[in-house]
């Protein structure tokens, strides 16, 4: 079992900067691919950002430049950088831990984008 707590979010306003943690429970986060969704009101979870075991990553179009993931094996931790936050990028923002066909999810912190 993995068990995934996310922490960093909160407001800031347009143009700032935010850094998400997720720290993970669990021996299997060195071979997981970790990832960071997102859901804003009224819209589909969307993927933002994911990262393999072996570091390579991999970002949607639209923050692409903007935000970076990056991961700590040593911590059992994934990160989001985010800077230069747009208003429609506030959301729910969830780590997730893929493994061997198993998904895990944590239960999200919430990004606020509003002067």
């Known amino acids: 079992q993995v068990q995934l707590v996310e922490s960093g979010g909160g407001l800031v306003q347009p143009g700032g900067s935010l850094r998400l943690s997720c720290a993970a429970s669990?021996?299997?986060?060195?071979?997981?691919?970790m990832g960071w969704y997102r859901q804003a009101p009224g819209k589909q979870r969307e993927l933002v950002a994911r990262?393999?075991?072996?570091?390579?990553?991999y970002y949607a179009d639209s923050v692409k430049g903007r935000f970076t993931i990056s991961r700590d094996n040593t911590k059992n931790t994934v990160y989001l950088q985010m800077n230069s936050l747009k208003p429609e990028y506030a959301a729910v923002y969830y780590c997730?831990?893929?493994?061997?066909?198993?998904?895990?999810w944590g239960q999200g912190t919430q990004v606020t984008v509003s002067s």
């Open positions: 669990g021996s299997i986060f060195n071979l997981a691919r």
């Open positions: 990262i393999t075991s072996g570091g390579s990553t």
């Open positions: 997730n831990a893929y493994f061997n066909g198993d998904q895990y």
